[in-house]
């Protein structure tokens, strides 16, 4: 309800103010808007789930907030989590985001997933794409799906699933993708470089179904020709390739981590797909590692010189070893195929390397994303609502700080990322609303997120730009970011005054509307 400013003129008493006033101000801020170019100090009033306003001298609210010095943004759209826990996603709200999306892996059935994030409940706003590698481990390997990742990543080492399909089973694989679209799924993720063996042909009919749905597709590409010279198609020119040709909506994930050095060749292929009109959009994560089931096909250990790695360029997260031998990497892969092992790719402390990587971030609409793993736990898992987090959960830093290191790299800290500076409010783009321009074609309420405008969902965050940064490493993998002051999901503080709020789980599901 908007308040009426005669009234309190007139000197209306508490009873009328009560009722009249904005639930939150957050007060003197420096307001930065992307899409309108909005960056001037202002208020910003809260009412119920949304922005009703932006403003100088904005009236008095139930609650405010004090946020002179600070930017006041659009909370963080992460189109590339494979978080779902209430923990694991606390720390991405403690990195600014406010939206955290299960797209490229994907679940199914996208069903059960919602409903067990609903009941659950969740510090963010959450959603799930349909998941063609479960929907192949069902129609190819007969594996039941219960919309959990854990099943994706427990069978991810299983041959039997990789194979080339028959007809009949990419028919199977399709009705599933067809059935969690019709359920709300947000689009399609496609895992095409865990199953090499998969044809070209699926992928184009996968990539058919996606633009006939009016959904995007989220891949994880096929292998780059030069690591593998013997791909059945390069990954790139496989993902340009479907959207000239299906006109679907081709969204690459973390071009940084599949390309390797091979990022400069990648984002050309890309550029003249873009200039040729086709739909495609990437994007990167700013760490030189990656991280993925040690079951991976990739991770093979007669496959791991294809990408210049040997077991010792992997680090096991369970147990925190540095994989000693051939031998080694085959018994882990055995014994626990969908445990989590760091890969390392870039090097993020040689100065070339962190040049090519930010080459992924500054490239033109280039959108942030975390790829965040999941905690790994070495004491027993803690109650789902306990915080602080106990020491002993393990992940990879850019679940925890993605969003921060990439602000501080494409904004601040030049002399390390070897880039030039871009505009803070560039900067925001790629983490709100150039990620929300992904899906608002196939979700239109996405059109009030990514934006800080009066009518917006009330997805906020505020934070210092002249400190904000990434805490985590390798070595403590959850600790939090730093210059974060608040988080507002839905009009709710998550983060105020720089922690998490107990209790706090005012997420909302995004999700197409089902048919
Ligand atoms: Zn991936």
Same mark, same amino acid.
């Given at each position: 309800m908007r308040h009426d400013g005669a009234l309190r003129a007139a000197g209306a008493c508490e009873t009328v103010r009560q009722v009249s006033d904005w639930d939150i101000v957050l007060r003197g801020g420096r307001v930065i808007d992307p899409e309108s170019g909005l960056d001037a100090i202002a208020d910003v009033a809260i009412e119920g789930?949304? %922005?009703?306003? *932006?403003?100088?001298?904005?009236?008095? @609210?139930? @609650?405010?907030?004090?946020?002179?010095?600070?930017?006041?943004?659009?909370?963080?759209?992460?189109?590339?989590?494979?978080? /779902?826990?209430?923990?694991?996603?606390?720390?991405?709200?403690? $990195?600014?985001? =406010?939206?955290?999306?299960e797209l490229e892996a994907g679940v199914s059935p996208v069903r059960v997933a919602y409903q067990a994030a609903a009941a659950d409940g969740r510090p963010v706003n959450y959603g799930f794409a349909a998941s063609w590698a479960l929907a192949r481990m069902e129609a190819v390997a007969g594996v039941p799906l219960d919309g959990r990742l854990d099943t994706l990543l427990g069978n991810m080492a299983a041959a039997e699933w990789q194979r080339e399909a028959t007809p009949a089973e990419v028919t199977a694989i399709l009705g599933r993708l067809s059935d969690d679209l019709a359920d709300g799924a947000l689009g399609i993720g496609v895992l095409m470089g865990y199953a090499p063996a998969a044809s070209p042909g699926e992928y184009l009919q996968i990539a058919a179904l996606a633009a006939a #749905?009016?959904?995007?597709?989220? +891949?994880?590409?096929?292998?780059?020709?030069?690591?593998?010279?013997?791909t059945l198609i390069d990954g790139a020119e496989e993902i340009v390739r479907a959207a000239g040709e299906t006109g679907a909506h081709m969204h690459y994930c973390h071009v940084n981590s599949t390309s390797q050095r091979h990022i400069d060749r990648v984002l050309g292929v890309v550029s003249r797909a873009q200039a040729a009109g086709s739909r495609v959009t990437t994007e990167a994560?700013?760490?030189?590692?990656?991280?993925?089931? *040690?079951? #991976?096909?990739?991770?093979?250990?007669?496959?791991?010189?294809?990408?210049?790695?040997?077991?010792?360029?992997?680090?096991?997260?369970?147990?925190?070893?540095?994989?000693?031998?051939?031998?080694?990497?085959?018994?882990?892969?055995?014994? $626990?195929?969908?445990?989590?092992?760091?890969?390392?790719?870039l090097d993020d402390d040689d100065p070339a390397d962190r040049a090519m990587l930010m080459r992924s971030l500054t490239f033109p609409g280039a959108i942030v994303a975390s790829d965040a793993m999941p905690l790994t736990w070495t004491s027993p898992e803690p109650d789902p609502l306990a915080?602080?987090?106990?020491?002993? @959960?393990?992940t990879h830093p850019r679940a925890a700080g993605t969003f921060s290191r990439a602000l501080r790299l494409l904004t601040r800290d030049t002399q390390t990322s070897g880039a030039a500076p871009i505009r803070l409010t560039d900067a925001l783009s790629k983490c709100s609303l150039l990620p929300a321009r992904v899906l608002q074609d196939r979700v239109p309420a996405m059109r009030r997120k990514g934006r800080l405008?009066?009518?917006?969902?009330?997805? %906020?965050?505020?934070? !210092?730009?002249? +400190?904000? =940064?990434?805490?985590?490493?390798?070595? !403590?993998?959850?600790?939090?970011? #730093?210059?974060?002051?608040?988080?507002?999901? /839905?009009?709710?503080?998550?983060?105020? $005054?720089? $922690?998490i709020v107990p209790g706090a789980l005012p997420g909302r599901p995004v999700r197409a509307e089902p048919r």
């Amino acid at each position: 309800m908007r308040h009426d400013g005669a009234l309190r003129a007139a000197g209306a008493c508490e009873t009328v103010r009560q009722v009249s006033d904005w639930d939150i101000v957050l007060r003197g801020g420096r307001v930065i808007d992307p899409e309108s170019g909005l960056d001037a100090i202002a208020d910003v009033a809260i009412e119920g789930h949304r %922005v009703a306003e *932006i403003g100088p001298g904005l009236g008095p @609210a139930r @609650a405010e907030a004090d946020v002179t010095g600070q930017v006041v943004a659009a909370g963080f759209i992460d189109l590339h989590s494979h978080v /779902n826990t209430i923990a694991g996603l606390r720390l991405q709200a403690l $990195d600014g985001v =406010t939206t955290a999306l299960e797209l490229e892996a994907g679940v199914s059935p996208v069903r059960v997933a919602y409903q067990a994030a609903a009941a659950d409940g969740r510090p963010v706003n959450y959603g799930f794409a349909a998941s063609w590698a479960l929907a192949r481990m069902e129609a190819v390997a007969g594996v039941p799906l219960d919309g959990r990742l854990d099943t994706l990543l427990g069978n991810m080492a299983a041959a039997e699933w990789q194979r080339e399909a028959t007809p009949a089973e990419v028919t199977a694989i399709l009705g599933r993708l067809s059935d969690d679209l019709a359920d709300g799924a947000l689009g399609i993720g496609v895992l095409m470089g865990y199953a090499p063996a998969a044809s070209p042909g699926e992928y184009l009919q996968i990539a058919a179904l996606a633009a006939a #749905a009016g959904a995007p597709t989220f +891949t994880h590409a096929r292998d780059m020709i030069e690591l593998a010279p013997r791909t059945l198609i390069d990954g790139a020119e496989e993902i340009v390739r479907a959207a000239g040709e299906t006109g679907a909506h081709m969204h690459y994930c973390h071009v940084n981590s599949t390309s390797q050095r091979h990022i400069d060749r990648v984002l050309g292929v890309v550029s003249r797909a873009q200039a040729a009109g086709s739909r495609v959009t990437t994007e990167a994560y700013p760490y030189g590692s990656g991280m993925t089931g *040690i079951g #991976a096909a990739f991770l093979a250990p007669e496959r791991l010189g294809e990408r210049g790695l040997t077991p010792s360029s992997l680090t096991f997260a369970p147990t925190g070893e540095r994989v000693a031998s051939e031998e080694r990497l085959r018994e882990l892969r055995r014994d $626990d195929p969908g445990g989590l092992v760091i890969i390392k790719l870039l090097d993020d402390d040689d100065p070339a390397d962190r040049a090519m990587l930010m080459r992924s971030l500054t490239f033109p609409g280039a959108i942030v994303a975390s790829d965040a793993m999941p905690l790994t736990w070495t004491s027993p898992e803690p109650d789902p609502l306990a915080w602080p987090l106990p020491g002993t @959960a393990i992940t990879h830093p850019r679940a925890a700080g993605t969003f921060s290191r990439a602000l501080r790299l494409l904004t601040r800290d030049t002399q390390t990322s070897g880039a030039a500076p871009i505009r803070l409010t560039d900067a925001l783009s790629k983490c709100s609303l150039l990620p929300a321009r992904v899906l608002q074609d196939r979700v239109p309420a996405m059109r009030r997120k990514g934006r800080l405008q009066a009518g917006a969902d009330a997805d %906020v965050v505020v934070f !210092d730009p002249a +400190t904000i =940064t990434d805490r985590s490493s390798y070595a !403590d993998s959850t600790r939090p970011s #730093a210059g974060i002051r608040h988080v507002l999901v /839905n009009g709710a503080f998550v983060v105020r $005054d720089a $922690d998490i709020v107990p209790g706090a789980l005012p997420g909302r599901p995004v999700r197409a509307e089902p048919r």
